[in-house]
């Protein structure tokens, strides 16, 4: 085997190394993605069947998102202000002659 050669076939080696990690990263994303899109469709399906429920016991008001800020919240309170306490200067004899 000549040297070059042997640089190709490391070259090969590594690309199909990297070919087969690029695929288990891919399979393992679409799965994650997978598991997420159930659980958001479960419960999205909870959330309705819920709403469905409340509107049916006579509050027909939706839920608000969680996201939503409260209008019953009332502003945070503004702090005081700071006061500084003044002091009396003194001169000295410095600047008498």
């Known amino acids: 085997m000549t040297k ?16 087969k990690n690029a695929a288990e990263a891919r399979r393992a994303y679409e799965a994650r993605q ?17 709403e469905a429920a409340d509107r049916d016991a006579g509050q027909t008001a939706p839920a608000a998102p969680a996201s939503a800020p409260s209008a019953a919240r009332k ?8 006061t500084v306490k003044k002091t009396k200067r003194t001169t000295g004899d410095a600047g008498r002659s």
């Open 4 to 19: 070059s050669a042997g640089m190709s076939s490391a070259r090969l080696l590594a690309q199909e190394q990297a070919e």
């Open 34 to 50: 997978h598991a997420f899109d159930e659980k958001t469709a479960r419960l999205r399906t909870l959330r309705l069947a819920k």
């Open 75 to 82: 502003p945070a309170p503004k702090p005081a202000p700071k």
